[in-house]
Nanobody
Framework: QVQLVESGGGLVQAGGSLRLSCAAS????????MGWFRQAPGKEREFVAA????????IYADSVKVRFTISGDNAKNTVNLQMDSLKPEDTAVYYC?????????????????WGQGTQVTVSS
């Protein structure tokens, strides 16, 4: 089991930056593959980025590639999402998620553990 708590959301103007953090507690942090998802009102939860348990591999959704960077800090048991060049369409609740076993899943159904989410609002 792992417990996840997100922080760092807020309101930012288009073109600005935010850094989200996800603090993990419980089972050894480096056992998990970690992901970020987001959900806008009236839309399904969508994949944003993921990092494998060793931190050596990452995956990004095409919509955020180049603009967002996912990173992990095993010493602090955190995974971060640096978001640059933000656009109004990035507005959503952002969720941190964890999964064990195989690496590479981008479906929300593949992730077993979820945080409560943090709101990101990008104004035009």
């Amino acid at each position: 089991q792992v417990q996840l708590v997100e922080s760092g959301g807020g309101l930012v103007q288009a073109g600005g930056s935010l850094r989200l953090s996800c603090a993990a507690s419980g089972r050894t942090f480096n056992w998990w593959h970690m992901g970020w998802f987001r959900q806008a009102p009236g839309k399904e939860r969508e994949f944003v980025a993921a990092i494998n348990r060793g931190g050596g591999s990452t995956i990004y959704a095409d919509s955020v590639k180049v603009r967002f960077t996912i990173s992990g800090d095993n010493a602090k048991n955190t995974v971060n999402l640096q978001m640059d060049s933000l656009k109004p369409e990035d507005t959503a609740v952002y969720y941190c998620a964890a999964k064990g076993t195989t690496w590479g899943a981008t479906s929300a159904n593949a992730y077993m553990h979820w945080g409560q989410g943090t709101q990101v609002t990008v104004s035009s």
